[in-house]
């Protein structure tokens, strides 16, 4: 690691702009990163089946291509923010973000912040962040990638990307048409004798066109340009005690963003501004539900990172501000927010180092906060062993439908405040004669989240947000990789595991039986295992997945029973002349046919096939 900060930075924003082809890591602090060599694997779907297998986030998924949100840490799902090149892509209307509408081929790497380590990127946060990223090669180069992909239950993928370019100019287009019959089969628990039923009313249609420009004004400066249409259409299967539902969602994207990076000899600027559209139609025949809305955002962030003497420094200042049309709205409402953030990091020693942060939000005409953290790493290098401890301050402020949602918005809420506490240890080292490598990590942490906002149901038959007293999380985080990169074989072991009590501690009134209890669809008990082989130009992969029992009753008496997913896939390579090559893979996902549930009374897939063709020309 660097220890200045003009060279710290720089190779930070290196790796931005050359190609990543390294394997998902930890980061010494606290940051996991997933690259494209894990992105493109077949195993998985979308962005939530991703990190679902991937990271210690459990995503709570109402079935393919459905609704999919992510809980991270006991949290709720408003309370993970989704970055993409720095912009927050969370929805101003619910606060959360449905990972099932974000295609993997538009990724070139992934990073999920744990806890208060995604405060340098915004507040809201109090779980952590997953940020995406878009990334350029400069090189000569004209390429074309394409695949296709068919799976069970008339899943058919098409994915194509080109790339042209120098070394002061890249184009890079992807195209993604992604569609699904999703006709599996499942025991219907609610019948005697639990017949065999095919799940109706759940076909998905996605499309969409990225289009990224990036431009080498000269040695020390970086213009770059990013266009991402998205369009969804998803007929959504009605739960197995509700048959013959006629529900439907439609969501249509336009995401923009302008990004313009100044290097210096020591110091870096940063601006980057950004449009989101995001327009939503929704019908629920049984509901009596026929509604659209819009939500029109202007993003504007500002970065500048200097050193000081013995000390480096990161700015940034954040505007966002948000528009949202809906018929669930009384009127139109608009919600403006401005963020300023300074850190300063001193090296005491060469073990001992600081990091001081304030960040400020202010919802213009409303409210102020002021959140403080301070992290100390300890490194003991000649052990390979590093100690981190964080604590800080996050705030979530409620969301415009908790806010004026009619009929049941409560304009009373208070935002969510957290104070959080991280302690944990990085252990890296080449080991067995320098054939393997070795990284683990170990996070406890403890959050606790003041006028935690909740939905609940009131005597006039809709639920309402209110503000509970305080709810408190804590667990444990543990991280392994073992990989060796040289010899014939290249191996490569991951596993993950993490334990998250998430509680309320104080009754809300008499009857009140959820006090000291786990919250509903929060797995104590999470766990990924992965292992994957490389013998020239094939590859195993093999996923395991364990998630424990969920509560789905606040008083704890009703329970989905844990269950345990295996996917295995192999890939093969063929090398066509010199210049281009065909890859073949194919896999099983549910090995074992395991019957589960992810959310009450909303089957999963049984066990199911997939076959992808790809070929790449590269010039």
Sequence with gaps: MSTNLWSQNSTSDTVKIQSVDINGHLGLKNQQSLDSSI????????????????????????????????????????????????????????????????????????????????????????????????????????????????GSFGHEQLNSKVKVGSQKFQSITKIIYNKSVNNFKYRDLTIEGFPDRT????????????????????????????????????????????????????????????????????SILKFTIAYLNDQLYYLNERAGIDSESQIKSLRTRFDYAFGLKRI?????????????????????????????????????????????????????????????????????????????????????????????????????????????????????????????????????????????IQWEPTAFGFWQPNNLASVETMGVEIFLEIKQTEGKVKKQLNGTYSYTSSRNFEKQHEFDESRGKQLIYIPAHKGNISLKLGVEEMNISTNYQIIGIRFISSDNEEILPSYSLLDVSASKSIKWRSNSYFEISAGVKNLFNAEYQAIEWRPMPNRNYFIKLVYQFRK
């Design 39 to 150: 992105l493109t694997n077949p195993q998985h779907l979308n962005l939530g089946d991703l990190l679902s297998k991937k990271s210690h986030l459990f995503i709570k998924s109402y079935g393919i291509g459905s609704l999919a949100t992510v809980s991270l840490r006991g949290s709720g799902s408003a309370h993970t923010q989704l970055n993409w090149n720095g912009i927050s892509l969370n929805s101003c209307m619910n606060g959360s973000s449905d990972l099932s509408l974000f295609p993997l081929f538009f990724m070139d790497e992934v990073d999920v912040n744990y806890g208060l380590n995604s405060v340098i990127d915004g507040t809201g946060g109090l779980g952590g962040s997953v940020n995406i990223y878009t990334l350029p090669e400069f090189k000569k180069q004209l390429s074309l990638y394409t695949s296709y992909q068919l």
């Design 199 to 266: 799940v109706e009313n759940a076909s998905l249609l996605q499309k969409g066109i990225m289009q990224n420009i990036f431009l080498k004004l000269n040695k020390n400066q970086l213009l770059e340009a990013n266009l991402w249409l998205f369009d969804s259409e998803r007929n959504l299967p009605p739960l197995i005690t509700l048959r013959y539902n006629i529900e439907r969602q439609e969501d249509l994207t336009v995401k923009g963003m302008l990004k313009y990076s100044k290097y210096f000899e020591k």
């Design 312 to 452: 480096e420094f990161q700015s940034q200042i954040k505007y966002e501000s948000n528009v949202a049309l809906a018929d669930e709205l009384i009127e139109e409402v608009d919600q403006n927010k401005v963020e300023l953030f300074l850190s300063a990091q001193r090296s005491i020693s060469k073990q001992l180092k600081t990091i001081f942060s304030l960040r400020s939000m202010h919802v213009l005409y409303n409210h102020n906060f002021i959140l403080p953290q301070l992290r100390i790493d300890y490194e003991f290098e000649q052990l390979n062993f590093k100690l981190f401890a964080l604590a800080g301050k996050n705030v979530k402020y409620p969301s415009l439908n908790d806010l004026y949602y009619v009929p049941s918005g409560n304009v009373n809420l208070k935002a969510e405040e957290s104070e959080s506490f991280e302690f944990g240890s990085i252990y890296q080292k080449d080991i067995i004669n320098r054939k393997l490598e070795l990284l683990t990590s170990t996070t406890l942490f403890y959050n606790n989240i003041e006028n935690y």
